[in-house]
């Protein structure tokens, strides 16, 4: 029954992409309203990253740098491989990032059921908040490439159910080895998402929201970063 609970959590923080997916199918925002939405989902993803995913107050390992390397390296290459042409390489590479970090954030959220049925809700809701503006962004792209809207819904519902999976895996890891804590997992999602922020997803939001993009990415940042001071 946990471990379903534990899924539960996991596609509960993802379930956002399915809904920034449906705002770009269904409202069919204006481009320069999309880029400030992304700027805002960025500076929700460099809070995440400060105070979640790298959190201040663990003592990092030369472990804790080789996982974040290593998140960089495997979104090179993916990215690399999944963005053959230039049409819309800059979507491919925000679903490959959504789905890189998804992985580790959502197996952090199975391992906090597995030690005591804590789950972080600042955590929840950072991964909830960034995850709407990256499919937003993406679902406008992938639908301005001749993609229907039911193969972007697929798209976005598959990364759903990675997640699920994910966070039933990290259930099932801390159950086997108890001492598992998540931090490597936790690394590894900062560096794919770092790599993916720099490369794609605030690139676009300035190409399309221009400079006002700069004071939504503190905005999202702001707002990440007290959701994070909750507990």
Do not use: C
Request: no cysteine; glycine share 12%; charged share 10%.
């Amino acid at each position: 029954m946990n471990v379903l609970i534990a899924a539960l959590w996991g596609a509960a923080g993802s379930v956002s992409l399915v809904i920034g997916a449906w705002v770009a199918v269904h409202r069919r925002p204006p481009r320069h309203r999309v880029g400030l939405v992304m700027g805002f989902g960025s500076g929700a993803l460099i809070a995440a990253l400060a105070y979640e995913l790298v959190p201040p107050g663990h003592e990092p390992s030369v472990w804790t740098f080789i996982a974040l390397a290593a998140g960089a390296l495997v979104f090179f290459f993916v990215d690399r491989a999944a963005s053959g042409s230039s049409k819309g390489s800059a979507d491919r590479s925000i679903v490959v990032g959504a789905l890189l970090d998804g992985i580790p954030e959502s197996l952090v959220l199975g391992m906090g059921v597995a030690a005591g049925g804590h789950v972080s809700i600042a955590f929840l809701a950072a991964v909830f908040i960034s995850n709407m503006p990256e499919s937003l962004g993406a679902t406008s792209g992938m639908l301005a490439a001749g993609q229907t809207p039911r193969q972007t819904y697929r798209t976005w519902w598959a990364l759903v159910a990675v997640a699920a999976a994910s966070a039933a895996a990290g259930y099932g890891i801390v159950q086997l080895l108890p001492g598992a804590d998540g931090r490597y997992a936790q690394a590894f999602a900062a560096g794919s998402v770092l790599a993916m922020l720099a490369n794609s997803m605030m690139p676009e939001a300035f190409e399309r929201g221009g400079k006002a993009t700069g004071l939504l990415t503190v905005l999202g940042f702001a707002v990440a970063g007290a959701l994070s001071t909750l507990e």
